[in-house]
C-alpha cells in the first residue's frame, strides 16, 4: 500500500512537471500602442511635446482647453495630440503614464500649427543636452503659426535660440536662472503671460489655462473662449491677467 502511494505521488509529479512551458514571447502590442491618428485636415494641428518628467497641470490645462474647441460650432478647431522620442509611455512627474501619439524620431508627423512646450522636470539641465529635441523644435518653429510654453517649457524654447529676438517668460522662481542661462533675452517677470509675435510664453502651473484661454481668444474671439471657459469653470477675464502683448 505505501510502495502504491509512492508510485502515484511520483507519476502525478512528473505529469505536473512534463507539462509545456509557456513561450517567453512577448505578445503583440495592443491595439492603443499601435493606432495612427485619424486628424481632421480642417483643423489646426496642435502638437504637446512630452518626455519623462513633464509636469501634468502646464500639460493637461492647455490640453483641455484646446480640445474643447472641437465642440464650437462655426470655428476652425483643434487636432490636438502628444509628441515624444518613442511611442513607449510617458512618466509624468506626478506619476501618470501617457501614450505619445507621435514619435517625432521615426513617424511621418503632420504639419505643426501650434507647439506647446510643457514643463518638465529636467528642463533646466539634462532635456536641454537633448539635441534631437532641440532640433525638433527648430524645425517645427520654420511653420509654425504658434509657439508656446508653459513654465520652464520657455527653457527648451529658448535653447532652441527661437526666443532670441522677442520677449519671454517663465516660471516666478526660475526667472533668474532663465536670464543667466539666456543673458541676450528680453525676459519680463511678475506677468502670467507673454505675446510677442508668434510667440507665447507662460508662468505655467493653474496659469497655464490663462494663457491657453488667450490663445482660444485671439483665435476665435471672445465669445468662444467665454464659453470654453465655462464649459470648464474657469474664470475668464483677458483684461484683468496681468500680461505683455507686443
Given at each position: 500500500?505505501?510502495?502504491?502511494?509512492i508510485f502515484l505521488l511520483l507519476l502525478?509529479?512528473?505529469?505536473?512537471?512534463?507539462?509545456?512551458?509557456?513561450?517567453?514571447?512577448?505578445?503583440?502590442?495592443?491595439?492603443?500602442?499601435?493606432?495612427?491618428?485619424?486628424?481632421?485636415?480642417?483643423?489646426?494641428?496642435?502638437?504637446?511635446?512630452?518626455?519623462?518628467?513633464?509636469?501634468?497641470?502646464?500639460?493637461?490645462?492647455?490640453?483641455?482647453?484646446?480640445?474643447?474647441?472641437?465642440?464650437?460650432?462655426?470655428?476652425?478647431?483643434?487636432?490636438?495630440?502628444?509628441?515624444?522620442?518613442t511611442k513607449d509611455p510617458i512618466t509624468?512627474?506626478?506619476?501618470?503614464?501617457?501614450?505619445?501619439?507621435?514619435?517625432?524620431?521615426?513617424?511621418?508627423?503632420?504639419?505643426?500649427?501650434?507647439?506647446?512646450?510643457?514643463?518638465?522636470?529636467?528642463?533646466?539641465?539634462?532635456?536641454?543636452?537633448?539635441?534631437?529635441?532641440?532640433?525638433?523644435?527648430?524645425?517645427?518653429?520654420?511653420?509654425?503659426?504658434?509657439?508656446?510654453?508653459?513654465?520652464?517649457?520657455?527653457?527648451?524654447?529658448?535653447?532652441?535660440?527661437?526666443?532670441?529676438?522677442?520677449?519671454?517668460?517663465?516660471?516666478?522662481?526660475?526667472?533668474?536662472?532663465?536670464?543667466?542661462?539666456?543673458?541676450?533675452?528680453?525676459?519680463?517677470?511678475?506677468?502670467?503671460?507673454?505675446?510677442?509675435?508668434?510667440?507665447?510664453?507662460?508662468?505655467?502651473?493653474?496659469?497655464?489655462?490663462?494663457?491657453?484661454?488667450?490663445?482660444?481668444?485671439?483665435?476665435?474671439?471672445?465669445?468662444?473662449?467665454?464659453?470654453?471657459?465655462?464649459?470648464?469653470?474657469?474664470?475668464?477675464?483677458?483684461?484683468?491677467?496681468?500680461?505683455?502683448?507686443?
Amino acid at each position: 500500500m505505501k510502495f502504491s502511494y509512492i508510485f502515484l505521488l511520483l507519476l502525478f509529479i512528473v505529469s505536473c512537471t512534463s507539462q509545456p512551458v509557456p513561450s517567453p514571447e512577448a505578445e503583440p502590442l495592443p491595439e492603443v500602442y499601435t493606432r495612427k491618428m485619424d486628424l481632421d485636415t480642417s483643423r489646426y494641428n496642435v502638437a504637446f511635446l512630452i518626455m519623462d518628467g513633464v509636469y501634468n497641470t502646464e500639460l493637461t490645462a492647455p490640453y483641455d482647453i484646446f480640445q474643447h474647441t472641437i465642440f464650437r460650432e462655426g470655428i476652425k478647431a483643434m487636432n490636438t495630440f502628444m509628441v515624444a522620442n518613442t511611442k513607449d509611455p510617458i512618466t509624468t512627474f506626478e506619476g501618470i503614464r501617457l501614450l505619445p501619439d507621435f514619435n517625432y524620431l521615426e513617424d511621418d508627423l503632420p504639419k505643426i500649427d501650434i507647439l506647446v512646450v510643457p514643463s518638465a522636470e529636467h528642463h533646466l539641465d539634462t532635456d536641454l543636452e537633448d539635441e534631437a529635441m532641440i532640433n525638433f523644435v527648430k524645425k517645427v518653429d520654420k511653420e509654425a503659426l504658434f509657439m508656446t510654453s508653459h513654465c520652464d517649457g520657455a527653457f527648451v524654447l529658448a535653447k532652441a535660440g527661437i526666443l532670441d529676438e522677442v520677449a519671454s517668460t517663465t516660471f516666478p522662481s526660475d526667472i533668474d536662472q532663465y536670464k543667466e542661462m539666456f543673458p541676450q533675452l528680453d525676459v519680463r517677470d511678475e506677468v502670467i503671460f507673454v505675446h510677442d509675435g508668434k510667440y507665447i510664453t507662460s508662468a505655467g502651473g493653474a496659469r497655464s489655462f490663462d494663457a491657453a484661454l488667450y490663445l482660444c481668444e485671439l483665435l476665435y474671439g471672445k465669445k468662444i473662449a467665454d464659453s470654453i471657459a465655462g464649459g470648464l469653470v474657469i474664470d475668464w477675464d483677458k483684461e484683468k491677467v496681468k500680461k505683455v502683448v507686443l
